[in-house]
């Protein structure tokens, strides 16, 4: 089974601080993992995805993601915080078997301070 | 140009009632999805349309039924609905994988669902 663990489930920044949200999974075949945002009383947008082509990876919105096999990590980064930035953000993963069944983490809710 | 549009936005409804929320994508997707996102924001997938087949079928009370007419629609009804059944609901859907990488899911606005 996959999943993903969300460490902290509110983080608050000041606008134009450094935005780092953290993911851990768990998977026992290479995973492909993304980043979805939640806009208040909206659906999620795709960030951003890793299917194992380079680590680093590069979404909209000016954020980005770094897979490191090594620490089983896939942490969301932005340089410099928006306030446009407040949202709810999930990681999930899903495999390569089978058909796309996406596991999602719980959530961390992004604070930005002006 | 809506992509995925989910009708109703809001319902409000009784204990023991039955209702239905409906999904459209025009995106050409072969594979649909409905996910119930609780208050705690937790997602978590119900079900997966494939061309009309069921693929996925996750732990959900026979109360609720999918149902997809064809590939662009899967509708979503709940019988003798229960206090529990408050949540959002968000339709998805997804092109055709290509070898083994997965493709991104496109979602809907969601359908917020308060049972009294």
């Known amino acids: 089974a996959q999943s993903v663990t969300q460490l902290g489930s509110h983080v608050s920044v000041s606008e134009g601080a450094l935005v780092l949200l953290r993911c851990n999974y768990s998977?026992?075949?290479?995973?492909?993992l993304f980043w979805y945002v939640q806009y208040p009383n909206q659906g999620l947008q795709l960030l951003l995805k890793?299917?194992?082509?380079?680590?680093l990876v590069k979404g909209i919105n000016g954020f980005e993601a770094e897979f490191k096999k090594s620490e089983t990590s896939f942490h969301l980064t932005k340089p410099s915080a928006h306030m446009s930035d407040a949202a709810e953000y999930f990681c999930?993963?899903?495999?390569?078997?089978?058909?796309?069944?996406?596991?999602f983490g719980t959530g961390t809710k992004l604070q930005v301070i002006p | 140009d809506t992509a995925v549009s989910q009708t109703p936005k809001y319902l409000v409804t009784q204990m023991g009632n039955d209702k239905s929320i409906k999904c459209e994508q025009n995106?050409?997707?072969?594979?649909m999805y409905w996910y119930k996102q609780d208050s705690k924001k937790f997602l978590k997938i119900m079900f997966s349309?494939?061309?009309?087949?069921?693929?996925i079928n996750e732990t959900v009370p026979n109360r609720f039924s999918p149902k997809s007419p064809d590939k662009a629609h899967l509708n979503l009804h709940i019988n003798s609905l229960e206090l529990g059944d408050s949540a959002v609901y968000f339709c998805?859907?997804?092109?055709?994988?290509?070898?083994?990488?997965?493709?991104?899911?496109?979602f809907g606005p969601g359908t917020r669902l308060t049972v009294l």
């Open positions: 998805a859907s997804s092109p055709p994988r290509t070898g083994e990488r997965p493709d991104t899911q496109y």
């Open positions: 998977s026992s075949v290479p995973p492909y």
């Open positions: 890793y299917t194992s082509a380079a680590t």
């Open positions: 999930a993963v899903t495999d390569s078997g089978g058909y796309q069944k996406v596991t």
């Open positions: 995106l050409g997707h072969d594979t």
């Open positions: 349309y494939n061309n009309k087949e069921l693929i």
